[in-house]
């Protein structure tokens, strides 16, 4: 485990010093990460995208950084995303890998998350909820 954390951030601060930073202005809206949100005039939006759009770069992050596990064989070969939505992703694994899979993507999506957001507020704290089911309809 101590070798996938590690991988993690590497692969984490790799993706991160790739990112192109563009500087706030007054009439610039941007996720922690960069994303640009352009003219946002409702007082909703100002406050609503740094969010989202943070948000939707720890998703992308994770689902990059998944994939680069998988090619080293941090996660098996049988255990797959099947879909991401807003911010979900959605993985399908064999029954008898469930608890080990649960276990490495609350550990990928923590490390995902608070190497984001911890140099900027260190008192962030980040959790992770994680359902089981048959079917993505049958989530708890």
Sequence with gaps: MAQYKEFCEEQIDAIATSARFIPQSSTVLTS?????????????????????????????????????????????????????????IVFQCPKPKTEQTKQQVNQLLLETANT?????EPTIKCEV???VG???AAKP
């Design 32 to 88: 922690i990460r960069g994303r640009v949100a352009r003219k946002a005039k409702a007082v909703t939006s100002s406050y609503n995208f740094p969010i989202q759009g943070t948000c939707a770069d720890i998703l992308k992050t994770a689902v990059r950084l998944f994939y680069l596990a998988k090619q080293k064989g941090f996660f098996d070969a049988d255990v797959f995303i099947v879909l991401t939505a807003h911010d979900e």
């Design 129 to 131: 909820e994680i359902g």
């Design 116 to 120: 984001i957001l911890q140099p900027l």
């Design 134 to 136: 048959d079917s993505w």
